[in-house]
């Protein structure tokens, strides 16, 4: 946790932006949500040439989607949106009108992680072997 969606015309971003953009939204997301790099998730998906529309119109729009654990702050969440949106126009160059990105918030009692549930927001302590207190013991699941 997070999950970043990232959905494109296909063909409209190169291999090697993908992976300039999917390391540029695995900084931003550690630095301004303070989680391990390696809960990142990046998953790009792309759509057929001229199945996209924007205003009834047809376009090349992008979506950007993160599902993330509920529980941060206004501010985090406004400053993680202005950090990827002006990424993904830079490495880009889609138009201001062509690209969407949302926060999808989810109870944290309802994502996993390397075979663990995660901890609220904020709570992030006491579990043996977690070095970041991200993760909670569920009932039946072994430490390894």
Request: contains cysteine.
């Amino acid at each position: 946790m997070p999950l970043y969606t990232v959905l494109i015309e296909e063909g409209s971003v190169p291999d090697q932006t993908k992976a300039k953009i999917a390391e540029e939204i695995t900084n931003i997301h550690t630095a301004v949500m303070k989680v391990p790099r390696s809960f990142v998730r990046v998953i790009f998906l792309s759509y057929p040439r001229g199945s996209g529309y924007v205003a009834g119109e047809q376009a090349p729009a992008a979506a950007l989607d993160c599902t993330l654990r509920n529980g941060h702050t206004a501010e985090e969440k406004a400053g993680l949106l202005m950090q990827v949106w002006e990424m993904f126009q830079r490495h880009t160059g889609i138009a201001t009108d062509h690209l969407a990105i949302s926060l999808r918030e989810i109870p944290s009692t309802n994502a996993m992680e390397m075979g663990q549930i995660m901890r609220p927001v904020g709570q992030e302590s006491g579990v043996e072997g977690d070095r970041d207190g991200l993760l909670q013991r569920g009932a039946g699941f072994k430490s390894t």
